[in-house]
């Protein structure tokens, strides 16, 4: 698979208050031979886009996270895939589910970003390659790469690094 920015409007709502953020998907294509034709959009869309208490709450747990782990704050991303094939149009997303944070033992909550990162690696996706929006970070993001590779040390990077 390739992983290349793009420049286009994403199909997903984003901010409703005004602000700014970069929008582009990553769009990952199969290499010709290898597999079916499709190509697969990432998007990275600011935590809280379209719900004022998403928002309020985002931002007070990432108060008290970073606090707590001695780091800045930095901006929420939630993270959704967009897949075209000849077959149809498929997007994928999921709400937190926060009983698994302990069970699976990623020291991350499992929501969509955990489903995105998972179905990526599992998928062949260098997703080594994927970079959060600048001064941004995706929780939950190292959890799936973490399951999906069978390793706890993906987990245990700190998300501010990459």
């Known amino acids: 698979m ?5 420049g286009s409007t994403p199909p997903v709502s984003g901010p409703t208050d005004g602000s700014s953020s970069d929008r582009s998907p990553t769009t990952l294509t199969s290499e010709p031979g290898s597999g079916p034709p ?8 600011p ?4 719900a ?16 707590l782990r001695h780091r800045n704050r930095s901006d929420l991303y939630h ?5 075209d094939l000849p077959e149809g149009h498929f997007v994928i997303e999921q709400a937190p589910v926060p009983d698994l944070h302990g069970e699976l033992g990623t ?6 970003n955990s489903v995105v990162a998972w179905a990526l690696a599992r998928g062949g996706a ?20 973490a399951i999906a590779t069978g390793s706890l040390v993906a987990a245990a990077c700190d998300p501010s690094e990459h």
């Open 2 to 6: 390739t992983v290349t920015p793009t």
């Open 38 to 45: 499709g190509t697969v959009d990432l998007y990275w869309i």
């Open 47 to 50: 935590l809280g886009a379209g």
């Open 52 to 67: 004022n208490v998403v928002r309020v709450s985002g931002a007070m747990f990432e108060a008290i996270s970073a606090r």
């Open 79 to 83: 993270s959704a895939l967009v897949i």
């Open 107 to 112: 020291g991350e909550m499992w929501n969509s």
């Open 126 to 145: 260098p997703v080594e390659t994927i970079r959060f929006p600048a001064g941004g970070r995706a929780p939950g993001w190292h959890a799936g790469l």
